[in-house]
């Protein structure tokens, strides 16, 4: 059994989210409370529950963010976990807005619209949500790349990337890798979109001068770039037979919440997100990778490194992949 991590909190009234998020939190030694309702959870001091998971089911009626603020109020200090599965896409994302909110996390199969008899009230995938609970209680110094995401000791590739020149190629040899599992051509773009976007990301919108100001705002994605030395952006990538992994980092840790909020708002747009071909900074790398992959992972400190990391579940058809939807997980100031 892992040691004690403290306690933590599910408020829901669905059994099948109840046993999932149970089962996380215990993986990783946290001791369990269950509560229907944010109201019913006894009062608590600040720091009393660590981690905070809320089903935003227990009430299909009720505002998102008035459910968040009331488990935060009854929870103070706590981290937050969000899970949905009506309509989930949309609620997930309207509690982005409350700053505790640093994992939202879709049920099984519930992030294609269904008509209200196929409602989900599974749960989440809980090795997905066990492994981000690992890394929230764990120290957060430095990046850890692909491995939290894939088999232990399984084999990871690593490449140093110094300019835009050097983008393609790295780009194919992740995409050589798909291509040699004979992934469906589907799951092969994802991969692509993922890694394509974040490597761009990496070179042209986190690169920043001494004075903290971007050195590539608005320019042209079309256009050479250079890091300087020690700048470099690192990528590792591998796949497990469950999961492809991408994960790129940077040596600049710009990257914190608000964009990562306004990009990923972009989603719940009625007019679909326009892009603007080869201009850095639109915002919607990090949405685009989001949509294209099964969890984006976040970690940032600043001054030091941006890490972003997209998991892509391969290991059924890309439909099932695509029904899992994206859960967003934020370890953007190395504290809890």
Known sequence: MPASQGRATVVTRHPATIRRVAQSLGAVGLSVTHALAPGVLPKSEFGDFRVAVLDLDIDLAADPMALVDATIMACPGAHLVVVAGVDAKR???QTLASPPVRHVVPKLGSWLDRPPEQRQFDGPDEQDLAIALRRLLLPRSEPLGAAPYLIDGFSITESTISSSNDKDAVLNTVLELAAALDLSDEKKRRIEVS?????????YDAPRGPDGKSLHAGVDRRTPVHLEPGSHVRLQYGCDGRNFVVSIADRYGALDRPP??????????PQGPRPTAGI????????????????????????????????MHVSGSNRTALARGSALHLYLDGRL
């Open 260 to 269: 990562v909020v306004k990009s990923l708002s972009k989603l719940l747009d």
């Open 195 to 203: 890694a394509e976007e974040l490597l761009l990301n990496a070179l």
């Open 91 to 93: 609620r997930l994302m």
């Open 280 to 311: 850095s900074g639109a915002g919607l790398g990090l949405m685009l990778t989001y949509s294209a992959a099964n969890q984006l992972v976040i970690h940032a400190l600043p001054g030091r490194f941006t890490e972003v990391t997209a998991v």
